[in-house]
């Protein structure tokens, strides 16, 4: 068990916004948030990755995990696809109902796919804007004449991303060269993680089952890069890497940037520590579910 408390002062109140079955790091940055004792998980809420079904392939992935670490915490199906037509999802709706609580202690939503769902919740409810803040998983790093490939997850809403980048919401955006540094071997993760109750086993057995995928054809082999995990390290410790204010840019379909005349400013992360973020997350699984 965990031998320490946060002060109440301290705690914040999350939803992690997840494409959880597109592949296998968002169950572990869904458990780094469930097993961090700062963060109040409101809900956990599926988002698509525009593919036909994907929501819903998220929703039982993250429900995979949530069952796993036998929590109560709802998981909540987000917005079919890009575009956003018809009645609001739960992930909408829970999202507008959140920030317009009133609690001290603040909100922010961990965006670890498209931005489909906040964006929705911001365009149906422009009040809440100054009542949250985004940490965005997406889009590329400044600087860079072409994008080295199409960024996942701005690339499969890149009307949603220009949405909430050009919002009056907080953004802080962890960008493709910092979330693709976490990385892990699957032997590190077979010792730290697999041994370690139901959810270790899980998060292994679903990593490795998909490193044998053609889905995983990009990797190494026997590496992975944990990228989803730096959005629950930025809100445990928003200093747990270098960050710089720079100006909104413009995201195209390729997801490279175009210049935004008289566009606001957004944090964005230049790096990392992912000694900090292993160290704590391979702690706490230790700590809260023992070896066996």
Same mark, same amino acid.
């Given at each position: 068990m965990l031998q320490f408390q946060v002060p109440e002062q301290k705690r914040l109140r999350v939803i992690v916004d997840t494409d959880a079955a597109c592949e296998a790091d968002d169950p572990f940055a869904i458990a780094y948030a469930l097993m961090s004792p700062k963060?109040? @998980? /409101?809900?956990?809420? %599926? %988002?698509?990755?525009? =593919? #036909?079904?994907? $929501? *819903? =392939?998220?929703r039982e992935a993250a429900l995979r @995990?949530?069952? %796993? $670490? !036998?929590? +109560? @915490? #709802?998981?909540? &199906? !987000? *917005? *079919? !696809? #890009?575009g956003g037509g018809g009645a609001p999802s739960e992930a909408v709706q829970r999202m507008i109902r959140e920030a317009r609580i +009133? +609690? #001290? /202690?603040p909100l922010f939503i961990l965006c670890m796919g498209a931005l489909t769902n906040i964006a929705r919740a911001l365009r149906d409810a422009p009040d809440i804007a100054n009542r949250l803040t985004v940490v965005s998983i997406g889009g590329h790093p400044y600087g860079e004449n072409r994008p080295p490939w199409r960024e996942f997850n701005f690339g499969n809403d890149p009307d949603a991303a220009n949405a909430v980048l050009q919002s009056a919401a907080p953004v802080w955006q962890i960008p493709s060269d910092v979330y693709g540094s976490i990385r892990v071997g699957l032997a590190e993760l077979q010792e730290q993680v697999m041994p370690y109750g139901k959810i270790g086993r899980y998060l292994f057995e679903q990593m490795i089952a998909y490193n044998m995928t053609p889905e995983a054809a990009w990797t190494q082999g026997e590496s992975w890069s944990l990228g989803d995990s730096p959005a629950v390290a930025a809100v445990l410790h928003p200093a747990c890497g270098r960050t710089a204010r720079r100006p909104v840019c413009r995201v195209e379909n390729d997801t490279s940037y175009s210049p935004l005349p008289g566009g606001r400013e957004i944090l964005v992360y230049q790096d990392m520590d992912? &000694?900090?973020l292993l160290g704590d997350f391979y702690a706490k699984l230790h700590l809260l579910y023992p070896r066996t």
């Open positions: 963060l109040l @998980v /409101r809900a956990v809420t %599926a %988002a698509h990755f525009a =593919q #036909p079904g994907s $929501m *819903e =392939q998220s @995990v949530t069952q %796993a $670490m !036998g929590s +109560d @915490v #709802p998981v909540l &199906r !987000g *917005e *079919e !696809g #890009p +009133d +609690d #001290p /202690r992912s &000694r900090y």
